[in-house]
């Protein structure tokens, strides 16, 4: 497995570029901000795009999504149900105070405790609020 932490939009935001060496398959967790850096090693390493994980539904988490969808628009988006209300509303996810309104509606939304295979990796989700 190998993970790349790249800080992203204006606050740095941690987000993680994951994938299974073996299979090629991969996501990214909360990107902040789109970054064509990212999307051109995703690219150039052949790493399967399969997910983009929201940890939770603030905007300094989720103004990367619209463009890598772009890029990788068979990826899906995962985020918890609890976050699904932030995620849609562009002031309540303060989006609109980053001068980028971001509205999303996840893929796939999972519940606390709930696991999923995510390349090759089990993933048990937690509610991070």
């Known amino acids: 497995m190998q993970v790349y932490n790249i ?19 991969g996501f990214l967790v909360d990107p902040g901000a789109y970054n064509s850096e ?30 890598f969808k772009k890029d990788f628009p068979e990826a899906k988006v995962i985020a918890n149900i609890n976050e699904k209300e932030m995620l849609g509303d562009k ?10 309104p971001t509205e ?6 999972v519940d606390d405790s709930d696991e999923m295979e995510v390349a090759g990796m089990n993933l048990k989700f937690i509610f991070t609020p």
Request: aromatic share 10%.
């Open 7 to 25: 800080p992203t939009g204006a606050i740095g935001t941690n987000t993680y570029l994951v994938y299974n060496e073996d299979t090629m398959e």
């Open 104 to 109: 999303i509606d996840a893929d796939i939304y």
């Open 91 to 100: 002031n309540f996810n303060m989006s609109m105070q980053f001068g980028q």
């Open 38 to 67: 990212v999307s051109k090693k995703i690219r150039e390493q052949g790493i399967d795009l399969q997910y983009i994980i929201l940890t939770h539904g603030h905007a300094d988490h989720i103004m990367g999504v619209e463009g």
